[in-house]
């Protein structure tokens, strides 16, 4: 790594990594994964499985996909794999294709611009787009659980980073000093709240710190980018520790204020957006798969737009107004924001089992799961329609307006 990188980023230096014989196993790693992997390295070139992959099996969970980073560049990969397609415009990667749909993405070393590539006068980087060797392609990662190789020839754990310890001790920690890393990259934040939440794994003190002290650079961050991570904090069946360690770290004060101010109003573990929130990582979890983004949306925002919405004669107009902010900081799609102030509008009707023509439109199959599992939430017996019976409770009401409180 170059001299020019910041004093306080004691990122770690090529000095030689460990490894770790860690024997994962043919049927543990994805065949196809492995394939690509064996071919590149009989063409004279490094290549290993990384990334999630790796860290998933070391935790003894099931991955979703198997990534591989190599020195072939992005043409060579093209060359030897004619089952593939270069993708991408800024950073060109493979995708290796294999029956099902299946998915190898295989991308070459890459490495962290020197502070001299680096544009404007922060620590935001704006250009990753420069090859490297493979341990600058550890090192540029955002958290050392992540930045693990698998030699799979050799059956061991190659760690530049120090993240076998931290997979050994089940904690988040960021390569290098984590402000310097959530400077380069804010979105890097909640990405910590997700993998600790999602993987069930504490946080040092230093990462929460940190996620503290530079909580307001994610208003520095692409919107788009955000926008993408709170709805992977929302699909992945632990919304409800994801979103608590957003509030309590005051991440979601700058991301969404409207909703985090109705949590400091409310009871806290006990208060109905924590309870849907945990219905929801229920319903994900059974299910195996998430929940469409309008039910996501509109479940996370539910209870403060019904209270916002109250008593109102025109409810989109209520629910428009309080979206108009969300949607211009996040970057809402405007699809998911008007089905959400659709379905925000016609809700009582829904308690009350008079959907009427509403039950007619594509938006009801959507609007539905919400009131079910708004319902399982509040202890009700759910059923698989949101019309066939009049919710008779007190939780399920709007709720009335409140004064603000705000947390300190």
Same mark, same amino acid.
């Given at each position: ?38 071919? =590149? ?157 999602? =993987?069930?794994?504490? %946080? ?29 904090? =929302? ?65 996370? =925002? ?5 209270? %916002? ?17 969300? %949607? ?14 659709? %379905? ?65």
């Amino acid at each position: 790594m170059s001299s020019a990188e910041p004093d306080s980023d004691e990122r770690p230096r090529p000095a030689g990594p460990s490894r770790h014989p860690v024997d994962l196993g043919d049927r543990r790693l994805d065949a196809d994964a492995v394939k690509v992997v064996r071919r =590149l390295v009989r063409n004279g070139y490094e290549a290993y499985v990384v990334g999630g992959g790796v860290r998933d099996l070391l935790l003894d969970r099931s991955p979703k996909d198997f990534d591989i980073a190599t020195s072939a560049r992005p043409d060579d990969v093209r060359t030897l794999f004619r089952n593939s397609r270069i993708i991408g415009r800024r950073f060109r990667l493979v995708h290796v294709l294999f029956s099902g749909g299946k998915v190898i993405e295989t991308a070459t070393f890459r490495r962290a611009p020197d502070t001299s590539e680096r544009e404007g006068d922060d620590l935001l980087i704006r250009n990753d787009n420069v090859f490297g060797d493979a341990h600058e392609d550890a090192a540029r990662r955002d958290f050392t659980i992540n930045a693990l190789f698998y030699d799979v020839e050799n059956k061991e754990v190659i760690d530049w980073v120090g993240g076998m310890p931290h997979i050994e001790g089940r904690i988040v920690h960021t390569i290098g000093d984590p402000v310097v890393r959530f400077q380069e990259d804010p979105v890097r934040i909640l990405r910590a709240i997700k993998f600790s939440a999602r =993987l069930d794994l504490g %946080i040092t003190p230093e990462v929460y710190d940190a996620i503290v002290q530079c909580r307001g650079s994610l208003a520095m961050a692409a919107r788009p980018r955000l926008f993408e991570e709170l709805l992977r904090l =929302l699909r992945e069946g632990a919304a409800h520790r994801s979103f608590w360690l957003a509030w309590e770290t005051g991440v979601l004060d700058v991301l969404l204020p409207e909703l985090s101010a109705y949590l400091s109003d409310a009871e806290e573990e006990d208060g109905v957006v924590w309870r849907i929130l945990r219905e929801l990582d229920r319903r994900t979890n059974e299910r195996g798969e998430p929940f469409d983004d309008v039910v996501l949306w509109t479940l996370l =925002l539910l209870e403060p737009l019904r209270e %916002i919405t109250a008593g109102e004669k025109d409810r989109v107009e209520a629910a428009y107004d309080f979206l108009e902010p969300v %949607i211009d900081r996040l970057n809402v799609p405007r699809r998911i924001a008007d089905a959400v102030r659709r %379905i925000v509008a016609i809700y009582p009707r829904l308690e009350a089992g008079r959907a009427g023509r509403f039950s007619k439109t594509p938006l009801f199959a959507l609007a539905a799961e919400v009131h079910d599992i708004h319902r399982g939430a509040m202890g009700h017996e759910t059923r698989d329609s949101a019309t066939t019976e009049r919710a008779d409770s007190s939780l399920l009401a709007p709720p009335k307006r409140r004064r603000r409180r705000r947390r300190r």
